[in-house]
């Protein structure tokens, strides 16, 4: 065991699941001999040939026609999309197609098929590279989305993803690429699905995020904590479906709710749980529920993305806000 | 600028095209070479495949009016194109039809109960045995051809000898996902036929109006992939042709495309198209002197293969086949909510588990 990086941690998912079961395939665009654009694939293909770690055409609807096929002809496919800005190119395979598929043919047949792809903002990228668009996933019957904060989680969660047998669209915050490292196991290891993880304890208000913006809830619940107030911070990890059990325990508990994600207001996952909160978990709150997300434009020029990304501060006084109604 | 001719560089690939045939209008053959590989008894067997399509296309046309059946894209005129490519294909090769295809989809081994299910919109007409290769109709136009390269790659993956084959009409090629299908099946060398059915019209858009190109086989040039037309009014034209790219894609040589020239003699679908509105009277009928049947029945009755008497008999077979496959129909259970829920996913998410209760108790009561 030793400290490491998201991206070091998603290429060993990768690397044990290649090993562990022959009909696991990743490809896509520059993951072969160049290990990808941000080295998520590095070395793969010399360890498992091109046969089984290889490089497509720059298509992104022909990467998901090739991940509908393969998964039809008994493959594992884990494609790549090089940047999830590219998805609308790709919406029909992913959401027309393969996230229908079981449903379509009456169960007889599974799509094992994990998507994989960068998003996020706050390393300055042209445009359609860092929007946050897993609120189209989440909308999408027969998907789950999946979403890590950490790289202790990305292993853990990746390789569950890559062993379910329905499809998954997994999003890798880049600033998480680099910026955090956690103690991450050698050996194979799993995260389930489907559940969410209280990643700091609180009595007072529960800060509900997913991706880097819980890197962020948990920066200002340290500063929330040094006046005071003791807030618990639920970490989504899969978006969709949503964990409604751990959720409503931390509504229940708290009795003060304040939403955080990256994406805009009127996208993201936020209004989900705000949904459920309001049907199944309106009668333990003692304030209204408090949001902290984008403005609704399309994400912004790279250059005034700080401006535009909630942050820290944003947090803090939103949280502030609810406590104190 | 001067020295550069474009139009000469653009009929480099315009001036090549030559359509292949073997059959004329008047049941003659044309092209002894290309001839089929098959005996007497089969070619009998091939034409009354294409007369039970015929038969299929008048009976559904009749069960949609009675409100028996739901969905249907004609196929009548077809024939040859559906027919005749289908004959060339081995049981375990790969389908990928598009909506108009169901014809090739049964003969492929898709009951015909299942294939009214599907039209009429029941769940259990997609419900396909996990050894029959074959996709249910695609809606979306293209993505059977994206799909169809990915299949033909794991076909290659697995080492199988099969091939993955699939169809979309003239309009679908006009869709980013038929030169992406074609591309990647040509990169990766994958066993895929590609079969694009010209008959014409993408519903009433004219074919002229799709495109620049001269020819849809043409399209092949820029995926690098052999591509040939044929006349898709001539079986046994269609017949060697889908032959000989099965052989040639299944020996490993990668992927083939293929543009038959054809007509539908209906409209689009039964859902309130109206040909008269972008078709003549007059285009109509000159199509209808190359009906694929004819000129089968045509050269069969000159070598006394095949007789009015026969094909009464046969009629009346297909008729009841068909009854037969009404009776199921109509006999399928009643869908069920809960049933759908338990289809989406392989783990049931708690979410869902939830809906799938409240659904059945609702279905109980």
Same mark, same amino acid.
């Given at each position: 065991?030793?400290?490491?990086?998201?991206?070091?941690?998603?290429?060993?998912?990768?690397?044990?699941?290649?090993?562990?079961?022959?009909?696991?395939?990743?490809?896509?665009?520059?993951?072969?001999?160049?290990?990808?654009?941000?080295?998520?694939?590095?070395?793969? %293909?010399?360890i498992?040939?091109?046969?089984?770690?290889?490089?497509?055409?720059?298509?992104?609807?022909?990467?998901?026609?090739?991940?509908?096929?393969?998964?039809?002809?008994?493959?594992?496919?884990?494609?790549?999309? %090089?940047?999830?800005?590219?998805?609308?190119?790709?919406?029909?395979?992913?959401?027309? %197609?393969?996230?229908?598929?079981?449903?379509?043919?009456?169960?007889?047949?599974?799509?094992?098929?994990?998507?994989?792809?960068?998003?996020?903002?706050?390393?300055?990228?042209?445009?359609?590279?860092?929007? +946050?668009?897993?609120?189209?996933?989440?909308?999408?019957?027969?998907?789950?989305?999946?979403?890590?904060?950490?790289?202790?989680?990305?292993k853990?969660?990746?390789?569950?993803?890559?062993?379910?047998?329905?499809?998954?669209?997994?999003?890798?915050?880049?600033?998480?690429?680099? +910026?955090?490292?956690?103690?991450?196991?050698?050996?194979?290891?799993?995260?389930?699905?489907?559940k969410?993880?209280?990643?700091?304890?609180?009595?007072?208000?529960?800060?509900?995020?997913?991706?880097?913006?819980?890197?962020? +809830?948990l920066?200002?619940?340290?500063?929330?904590?040094?006046?005071?107030?003791?807030?618990?911070?639920?970490?989504?990890?899969?978006?969709?479906?949503?964990?409604?059990?751990?959720?409503?325990?931390?509504?229940?508990?708290?009795?003060?709710?304040?939403?955080? %994600?990256?994406?805009?207001?009127?996208?993201?996952? +936020?209004?989900?749980?705000?949904?459920?909160?309001?049907?199944?978990?309106?009668?333990?709150?003692?304030?209204?529920?408090?949001?902290?997300?984008?403005?609704?434009?399309?994400?912004?020029?790279s250059?005034?993305?700080?401006?535009?990304l909630?942050?820290?501060?944003?947090?803090?006084?939103?949280?502030?806000?609810?406590v104190?109604? | 600028?001067?020295?550069?001719?474009?139009?000469?560089?653009?009929?480099?690939?315009?001036?090549?095209?030559?359509?292949?045939?073997?059959?004329?209008?008047?049941?003659?053959?044309?092209?002894?070479?290309?001839?089929?590989?098959?005996?007497?008894?089969?070619?009998?067997?091939?034409?009354?495949?294409?007369?039970?399509?015929?038969?299929?296309?008048?009976?559904?046309?009749?069960?949609?009016?009675?409100?028996?059946?739901?969905?249907?894209?004609?196929?009548?005129?077809?024939?040859?194109?559906?027919?005749?490519?289908?004959?060339?294909?081995?049981?375990?090769?790969?389908?990928?039809?598009?909506?108009?295809?169901?014809?090739?989809?049964?003969?492929?081994?898709?009951?015909?109960?299942?294939?009214?299910?599907?039209?009429?919109?029941?769940?259990?007409?997609?419900?396909?045995? !996990?050894?029959?290769?074959?996709?249910?109709?695609?809606?979306?136009?293209g993505?059977?051809?994206?799909?169809?390269?990915?299949?033909?790659?794991?076909?290659?993956?697995?080492?199988?000898?099969?091939?993955?084959?699939t169809?979309?009409?003239?309009?679908?090629?006009?869709?980013g996902?038929?030169?992406?299908?074609?591309?990647?099946?040509?990169?990766?060398?994958?066993?895929?036929?590609?079969?694009?059915?010209?008959?014409?019209?993408?519903?009433?858009?004219?074919?002229?109006?799709?495109?620049?190109?001269?020819?849809?086989?043409?399209?092949?040039?820029?995926?690098?992939?052999?591509?040939?037309?044929?006349?898709?009014?001539?079986?046994?034209?269609?017949?060697?042709?889908?032959?000989?790219?099965?052989e040639?894609a @299944?020996?490993?040589?990668?992927?083939?495309?293929?543009?038959?020239?054809?007509?539908?003699?209906?409209?689009?679908?039964?859902?309130?198209?109206?040909?008269?509105?972008?078709?003549?009277?007059?285009?109509?009928?000159?199509?209808?002197?190359?009906?694929?049947?004819?000129?089968?029945?045509?050269?069969?009755?000159?070598?006394?293969?095949?007789?009015? !008497?026969k094909?009464?008999a046969?009629?009346?077979?297909?008729?009841?086949?068909?009854?037969? @496959?009404?009776?199921l129909?109509?006999?399928?259970?009643?869908?069920?909510?809960?049933?759908?829920?338990?289809?989406?996913?392989?783990?049931?998410?708690?979410?869902?588990?939830?809906?799938?209760?409240?659904?059945?108790?609702?279905?109980?009561?």
């Amino acid at each position: 065991m030793a400290k490491t990086t998201m991206i070091k941690a998603i290429t060993a998912a990768m690397d044990e699941e290649l090993k562990r079961d022959d009909k696991v395939l990743v490809f896509g665009e520059d993951v072969g001999k160049n290990g990808g654009v941000f080295r998520a694939t590095d070395g793969l %293909q010399e360890i498992y040939g091109e046969d089984r770690v290889f490089d497509t055409p720059l298509a992104e609807s022909g990467i998901g026609g090739l991940a509908a096929g393969l998964a039809f002809t008994g493959f594992r496919p884990v494609p790549e999309i %090089q940047f999830f800005g590219f998805v609308f190119e790709v919406m029909d395979s992913i959401a027309g %197609q393969i996230s229908r598929e079981r449903y379509r043919m009456g169960a007889t047949r599974k799509m094992p098929v994990t998507f994989r792809a960068p998003f996020g903002g706050g390393v300055h990228t042209p445009e359609l590279h860092s929007d +946050s668009l897993e609120g189209l996933m989440a909308q999408t019957p027969g998907l789950r989305v999946v979403i890590p904060s950490g790289p202790y989680d990305a292993k853990g969660l990746l390789i569950s993803a890559i062993r379910s047998d329905d499809p998954v669209v997994f999003l890798e915050h880049m600033k998480l690429y680099r +910026s955090v490292k956690e103690e991450v196991p050698d050996e194979a290891y799993i995260v389930p699905l489907d559940k969410a993880a209280v990643k700091r304890e609180g009595s007072d208000v529960s800060i509900i995020t997913y991706g880097y913006m819980v890197q962020e +809830s948990l920066k200002a619940a340290e500063d929330l904590a040094k006046e005071g107030i003791n807030a618990e911070v639920v970490d989504l990890r899969t978006v969709s479906p949503l964990d409604e059990e751990t959720i409503l325990a931390s509504v229940k508990k708290t009795g003060r709710v304040v939403l955080v %994600q990256e994406a805009q207001a009127q996208a993201g996952i +936020s209004p989900a749980v705000a949904s459920l909160i309001a049907e199944k978990g309106i009668l333990s709150l003692e304030a209204p529920i408090g949001r902290v997300s984008a403005p609704d434009t399309p994400y912004p020029f790279s250059e005034a993305e700080s401006t535009w990304l909630p942050n820290k501060k944003d947090i803090v006084e939103k949280v502030k806000e609810v406590v104190n109604f | 600028m001067a020295g550069i001719d474009f139009d000469k560089l653009k009929n480099i690939v315009d001036d090549k095209f030559e359509t292949v045939r073997v059959l004329d209008n008047d049941g003659n053959v044309v092209n002894k070479d290309l001839f089929p590989d098959l005996s007497d008894e089969q070619i009998v067997e091939l034409f009354k495949k294409m007369v039970w399509s015929r038969v299929l296309n008048e009976r559904s046309t009749k069960l949609n009016r009675q409100g028996r059946l739901g969905f249907f894209a004609p196929t009548a005129g077809e024939e040859a194109s559906q027919i005749g490519s289908e004959f060339a294909m081995e049981k375990e090769d790969y389908i990928l039809p598009a909506y108009r295809d169901v014809p090739q989809l049964v003969l492929h081994g898709l009951p015909l109960y299942k294939a009214f299910l599907w039209s009429r919109g029941h769940v259990d007409g997609n419900k396909y045995p !996990e050894n029959f290769n074959a996709l249910p109709p695609q809606i979306i136009i293209g993505a059977q051809y994206v799909q169809a390269a990915g299949i033909a790659l794991g076909l290659k993956k697995k080492g199988s000898k099969n091939v993955a084959y699939t169809y979309t009409g003239d309009g679908g090629t006009s869709q980013g996902d038929f030169y992406e299908g074609i591309n990647f099946a040509g990169a990766f060398k994958a066993p895929a036929i590609f079969v694009v059915q010209n008959n014409g019209y993408a519903i009433s858009v004219p074919r002229a109006k799709q495109t620049a190109a001269k020819t849809l086989a043409q399209k092949g040039v820029a995926a690098g992939i052999p591509f040939v037309q044929v006349d898709g009014m001539d079986a046994l034209a269609m017949y060697s042709v889908m032959k000989a790219a099965r052989e040639y894609a @299944a020996a490993g040589n990668g992927p083939v495309l293929i543009e038959t020239l054809t007509y539908r003699f209906g409209p689009h679908t039964l859902s309130g198209d109206d040909p008269k509105r972008y078709r003549t009277a007059e285009e109509e009928q000159e199509w209808k002197e190359k009906d694929p049947l004819i000129r089968m029945r045509t050269y069969l009755d000159k070598k006394g293969l095949w007789s009015e !008497e026969k094909e009464k008999a046969w009629t009346e077979e297909v008729n009841k086949e068909i009854d037969e @496959a009404m009776v199921l129909t109509e006999k399928a259970p009643k869908q069920k909510v809960s049933e759908y829920l338990k289809n989406v996913f392989v783990d049931t998410p708690a979410t869902i588990q939830e809906q799938i209760d409240k659904y059945t108790k609702k279905e109980a009561e």
